[in-house]
C-alpha cells in the first residue's frame, strides 16, 4: 500500500533527488549544477514550501513526491506566475509510475496549499487560489494534469534548456 502524507523528512536532498526525476536528469548532482533547476531544491523549508510524500506503508521509502514553492519576480522557476501562485513540481519512481499516485499526490497538495498563508511583497497577507506548472509540451504528464484541472495558459510557451517546448498550466485550488 502507498500511502500520501507531509513527511518532516522533507528536505533540500530528497526534493533534489526527485527534482532529478521530474526534470529527467540521471543524476542528483546535475540539479545543483544547473542553477534554474537547482532553485527548486535549495534552502527547502522556507515559508510556503509545500510537500507530500507518496511513501511504501511497509518499507517507508519515499517513492513519490509532490512539492511546491513561492516565487518572487526576482528568484522564480520555469513555471512563474505570479507571486502568489504557487509552482509545483511532482515526480514518482518508475516502477510505480501509472498506479494513480500522481493524481493523488496532486489532489492531496492542493488542499494542503488552501491552508497556506503567505505575505506577499507589500506586506499583505493572502492564500494562493491557483497554482501552477510547467510541462514540455510532448510530455504524456499533460494528459495526467488535465485531468487534474489544470489548463494550458496560451502564451507561455517557451523553448526549454533541452531545446523543445515547454508551457505553463494553471488549476484553481
Ligand atoms: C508524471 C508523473 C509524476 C505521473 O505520476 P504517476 O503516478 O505515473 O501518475 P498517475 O498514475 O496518477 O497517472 C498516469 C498519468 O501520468 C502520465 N504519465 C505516465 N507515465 C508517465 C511518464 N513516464 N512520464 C510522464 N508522464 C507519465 C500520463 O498522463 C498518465 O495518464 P494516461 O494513463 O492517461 O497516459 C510520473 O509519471 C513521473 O514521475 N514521470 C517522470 C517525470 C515527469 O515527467 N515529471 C513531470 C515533469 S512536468
Redesign the pocket.
Known amino acids: 500500500m502507498i500511502g500520501i502524507r507531509v513527511s518532516g523528512a522533507v528536505d533540500e536532498a530528497l526534493v533534489a533527488r ?1 527534482l532529478a ?4 536528469e540521471e543524476a542528483v548532482e546535475v540539479v545543483f549544477a544547473n542553477p534554474a533547476l537547482a532553485t527548486y531544491a535549495q534552502g527547502w523549508g522556507r515559508k510556503g514550501d509545500s510537500a507530500l510524500v ?1 511513501e511504501d506503508e511497509t518499507t517507508h521509502k519515499v517513492v ?1 513526491m ?1 512539492w511546491a514553492r513561492f516565487w518572487t519576480a526576482e528568484q522564480h522557476g520555469f513555471g512563474w506566475i505570479d507571486e502568489w501562485t504557487p509552482e509545483l ?6 516502477q ?11 489532489e492531496a497538495l492542493k488542499v494542503e496549499l488552501l491552508s497556506v498563508s503567505m505575505l506577499d511583497s507589500q506586506g499583505a497577507s493572502f492564500r494562493p487560489e491557483r497554482v501552477a ?4 509540451a510532448d ?7 488535465e ?1 487534474v484541472g489544470f489548463v494550458r495558459v496560451e502564451g507561455s510557451e517557451r523553448q526549454n534548456r533541452t531545446g523543445s517546448i ?1 508551457y505553463n498550466m494553471v488549476a484553481p485550488l
Not at 97 to 102: D, E, K, N, R
Not at 139 to 145: D, G, N, Q, T
Open positions: 526527485f526525476l521530474a526534470a529527467h507518496a513519490g509532490c513540481a511532482i515526480a514518482v519512481e518508475p510505480f509510475q501509472g498506479q494513480g499516485i500522481g493524481a493523488r499526490l496532486i506548472l510547467n510541462v514540455r510530455s504524456p504528464a499533460v494528459r495526467l494534469y485531468r515547454s
